[in-house]
């Protein structure tokens, strides 16, 4: 293999805390990889582990990155899907056609979704995403059809519990829900990991779209990203090698929507060059985190990720910001 390869390690503090049914967010860390073409040109690529979603841990990554940068030649382990995505994408060559892609508001979980959703829509979104399972279901159940309220009937939500909910409750939010399918793009992993087959019956009932989130992690995932006929909420920098994820997504297209992981801008681009080679994917992204107050990415601020605004992106500039590794 020519070239050769080095990496760097961020870590990022959130501003504030971000909450997620079962899990408070502080601290997002991973790497940056450099693959020198020789020419005066660079690659780069991002390692952005998340144990708990089924990757390699952060210190599996580093040992693996070391061993790599010192002899490119070794395989890459599918066991390390986040060190596959950030070695591949620092090699990939990006011919598909860029394009813009609109993107889906985000919403915090709890009351202060209500101020932040008038304001979202005053800026042009159309889609909302919005984080339950963090309060009590009568309360979050109030809060949305105070956010339906709020809104033009022409804005649509996205409910995500991060598979939080029992069947119980899953069966409740239908009900409630059963008014309001035209509110609801979809709800997004409503039962936990294991539970898919369920959800296939409850959607079947209830007319409306659920996604796939967490199911999709890990290697028993690829039988739902080939069986599940609802939306598939991709994470990119999770799921492997970029040139085989193309070939795996293609056939999946229409179902598809890309989400992030509180990436940097590097991981960013990489993901848009996976979206780039789906033509046939049309879905509000899941990308308005530009939440930190570092300068390893640019705050989009607004319902679009148009072609210029990736030109503001600079992994060049990110890969200088970052200590060398001692």
Request: proline share 6%; net charge negative.
């Amino acid at each position: 293999m020519l070239g050769k390869f080095s990496f760097k390690a961020y870590r990022r503090t959130f501003p504030l805390p971000y909450q997620t049914s079962g899990r408070v967010w502080r601290e997002r860390e991973g790497y940056i990889v450099r693959f020198d073409k020789g020419d005066g040109r660079f690659g780069y690529g991002e390692v952005a582990p998340i144990p708990i979603f089924g990757t390699e841990t952060l210190f599996a990554a580093r040992a693996f990155l070391q061993e790599f940068t010192e002899d490119p030649s070794i395989d890459l382990p599918i066991d390390l899907p986040c060190c596959c995505f950030g070695v591949a994408s620092s090699m990939h060559s990006n011919a598909a056609q860029r394009r813009d892609y609109p993107i889906a508001g985000l919403l915090p979980a709890g009351h202060k979704a209500l101020e932040l959703a008038t304001v979202k829509v005053a800026n042009g979104y159309r889609t909302l995403k919005w984080k339950v399972g963090v309060l009590n279901l009568v309360d979050e159940q109030a809060i949305l059809h105070d956010l339906f309220n709020k809104t033009p009937d022409t804005v649509v939500f996205r409910l995500d519990p991060n598979g939080s909910w029992s069947e119980q409750e899953f069966v409740q939010w239908i009900n409630f829900l059963q008014p309001f399918r035209h509110r609801i793009d979809f709800i997004e992993q409503p039962l936990p990991v294991n539970k898919e087959l369920i959800m296939a019956e409850l959607v079947a009932q209830s007319g409306l779209d659920i996604a796939l989130d967490e199911s999709l992690n890990g290697l028993e995932g690829t039988r739902w990203l080939c069986e599940w006929k609802g939306p598939l909420v991709i994470k990119a920098p999770l799921m492997g090698d970029l040139d085989s994820l193309v070939e795996r997504l293609r056939p999946r297209a229409k179902q598809i929507v890309f989400s992030s992981v509180f990436e940097t801008g590097v991981g960013l681009l990489n993901t848009l060059q996976l979206a780039d080679a789906l033509p046939e994917m049309n879905r509000a992204i899941g990308f308005d985190t530009s939440i930190f107050l570092d300068k390893l990415n640019i705050s989009i601020g607004k319902p679009l990720l148009a072609i210029s605004d990736r030109i503001n992106i600079s992994p060049d500039y990110i890969w200088k910001q970052l200590p060398d590794l001692s």
